[in-house]
């Protein structure tokens, strides 16, 4: 077993350091904000996932929460997991990875730095050039990328599709994956701007299947096909597979957003404009906000209106409101001079922006609204269009943004419904919404 230091005690650093403990490993997380910490010191999670609380619990006497770096250089391993946020620039803002390669204590025999955190391709071989200079050329490097998921972080480290080392020396990538030795996946071992450049194209690819599928949905909308049915037919096709394909408002999320932005500026900056990944960027803004439109075909003017977003953090199953639509979305109803009222079983709405209503139940929020939202796909919205929502509502009207809910039951229950890429007429040419304004 090993001894891996983490820098780094978000969520990326938190979820590595309690699977690798959970591995068997020695762990010591560092952070460099005291309040995080003695948080975790004292058993405390500063986020919502699945499973991590446990992991750490259970693996306590594995695992080390501290500020000082000095207790990082007795590690074998030394996991950078420190946010990459974006610039003004779009380019990835690699301070704190610095400020590690800076902080880094004296380290003898030969330890290993893994970048964990998603960084532009070329990194690596500039953080080598970086250790040389600060007299640690002995000390090791790899490029580990994560492909965790928020909400099945936990699960998509226990098991991966695949786990990707790019390493220099042909023994610190086999080191690297010895430490997974205990989880059953393919190992891709690379050089090490291969590795960068894994993340950056899966990412790109996922969203591209998003910013396909929504636009095949918009051209449903305009021709009365069912987009549903159209993913499941292509998802059937093996060369296709049937992931990522479901219609809605958009991506968003820590890492999407960050990382296609990212990418396009790494490309542009080597001077290649990357123009499949910019119309699926720009795809994904006018997707959040066709869901105005959609309110409009209904109620008119959106002036005074009462709107009801339900679900805030960028998907479900997680407390997240990074790059969340819902923020886009509040704004424009906003600007449209909409009253909005938020709800989210755990995101904190109060990031959006001043003048939305933050209430506690999905009943206070469509009370007498004009229309209900559904911005993320929470389990606890599968049973709105129920006959007590549609009383309580003024007009009942629901838009479903990521096509959640039955449209025919929804329907038959008496509400206005529209979901993304779902027909709003009838194969006779008659409108199926319950009526306008
Ligand atoms: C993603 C990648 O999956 C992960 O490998 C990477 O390391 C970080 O980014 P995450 O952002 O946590 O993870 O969420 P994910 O489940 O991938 O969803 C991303 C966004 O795409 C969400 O906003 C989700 O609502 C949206 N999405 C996903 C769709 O709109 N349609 C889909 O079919 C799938």
Not at 91 to 106: C, F, G, K, N, Q
Not at 209 to 233: L, M, W
Request: aromatic residues 6%; contains cysteine.
């Amino acid at each position: 077993m090993a001894q891996v230091g983490i820098f780094g005690a978000g969520w990326v650093g938190l979820v590595t350091g309690a699977c690798f403990a959970e591995l068997g490993h020695e762990v010591v997380i560092r952070d460099v904000v005291p309040a995080k910490i003695d948080a975790l010191k004292s058993g405390a999670v500063p986020f919502h996932e699945a499973d991590v609380p446990e992991l750490l619990e259970r693996n306590r006497e594995r695992l080390t929460f501290t500020l000082d770096v000095n207790e990082i250089a007795k590690c074998e391993f030394l996991f950078i997991c420190v946010d990459t946020p974006p610039t003004h620039s779009g380019d990835a803002d690699l301070s704190r990875v610095w400020t590690v390669i800076d902080e880094l204590p004296e380290l003898s025999g030969h330890p290993i730095v893994v970048m964990k955190s998603t960084v532009p391709v070329g990194t690596g071989d500039k953080v080598r050039h970086g250790l040389d200079v600060r007299g640690l050329g002995h000390v090791g490097y790899a490029s580990n990328p994560e492909f965790l998921a928020e909400g099945n972080a936990v699960r998509d480290f226990m098991e991966p599709d695949r786990v990707v080392v790019g390493a220099f020396e042909e023994a610190d990538g086999a080191a690297v994956a010895a430490l997974y030795a205990k989880i059953d996946a393919p190992i891709v071992r690379a050089d090490v701007n291969s590795a960068e450049m894994i993340k950056l194209a899966a990412n790109a690819f996922l969203m591209t299947r998003i910013s396909f599928i929504n636009e095949i949905a918009n051209v449903c909308e305009a021709t009365g096909a069912d987009v549903v049915s159209v993913a499941e037919g292509v998802g059937l096709d093996r060369r296709l597979g049937p992931h990522f394909l479901r219609a809605g408002i958009g991506y968003g999320g820590s890492c999407f957003p960050k990382d296609s932005l990212a990418l396009k500026q790494l490309a542009s900056n080597s001077g290649y404009h990357f123009q499949l990944l910019s119309a699926v960027i720009e795809v994904n803004e006018l997707q959040k906000r066709r869901v105005i439109g959609k309110l409009q075909r209904h109620l008119g003017s959106l002036r005074g209106k009462k709107i009801a977003l339900l679900g805030l953090a960028f998907k479900p199953d997680t407390d997240d409101m990074r790059e969340a639509p819902s923020i886009v979305l509040a704004s424009r109803l906003l600007a449209e001079g909409a009253e909005v009222r938020g709800w989210d079983p755990v995101a904190d709405g109060s990031v959006l922006p001043r003048g939305v209503e933050i209430v506690d139940s999905i009943e206070a929020a469509v009370a007498d609204a004009d229309a209900a939202v559904i911005v993320t796909e929470w389990a606890q919205l599968k049973t709105l269009a129920r006959p007590e929502i549609r009383d309580a509502m003024v007009f009942p009207l629901i838009v479903d943004g990521r096509n959640l809910l039955d449209p025919d039951e929804a329907r038959a229950n008496g509400f206005a419904y529209e979901g993304i890429g779902r027909p709003t007429v009838t194969t006779d040419g008659e409108p199926v919404l319950a009526g306008t304004r």
